[in-house]
């Protein structure tokens, strides 16, 4: 069941233009530089200091909040390294300035997401799905 909620949860989203509305009236809160613009945000990266940490912090925070609440996800970025994805949002940013950086962030987790880890490195589910018991780990004590 959890799988077919994240299923229509990520064809939701990637049929919105925008993020999912959270109340009635389609708005929802947005803390810290989230609800800045991507004009702001463009500025920031060009001057550095600390408006653009203040950027980057926040945006390694929504990232990691999403791996934690979006089901099946162990890590949204996959095998792309950061400075890739900051890289996206430079140049989605570039041509929406008046788009609102938590927005165009929804957007990045949005393209991002077919991509993404769904399983820790190193881990061997396949007996959990199979409905048989764990491989035995390897004892490396010997």
């Known amino acids: 069941m959890r799988i077919k909620l994240a ?25 810290s ?14 001057g550095g ?6 950027f980057t912090t926040w945006l390694q925070g929504y990232l990691s909040a999403f791996n934690l609440i979006v089901p099946n996800t162990y890590d949204i970025l996959g095998n792309r390294e950061f400075d890739k994805v900051v890289q996206w949002l430079d140049n989605h940013c ?13 957007l990045l987790t949005i393209n991002l997401f077919p991509e993404r880890k769904n399983i820790a490195p190193n881990k061997d589910n396949r007996a959990k799905w199979s409905g048989g018991t764990q491989p035995a780990k390897a004892d490396s004590a010997k």
């Open 7 to 31: 299923v229509i949860t990520v064809a939701l989203l990637v049929a919105m233009p925008e993020a999912p509305a959270k109340d009635v009236d389609g708005e929802f809160a947005v803390f």
């Open 33 to 46: 530089v989230g609800g800045k613009r991507c004009e702001e945000y463009l500025r920031a990266r060009h």
């Open 49 to 54: 200091g600390r408006a653009q940490h203040d």
């Open 94 to 106: 570039t041509e929406n300035r008046e788009a609102s950086f938590v927005n165009a962030t929804a």
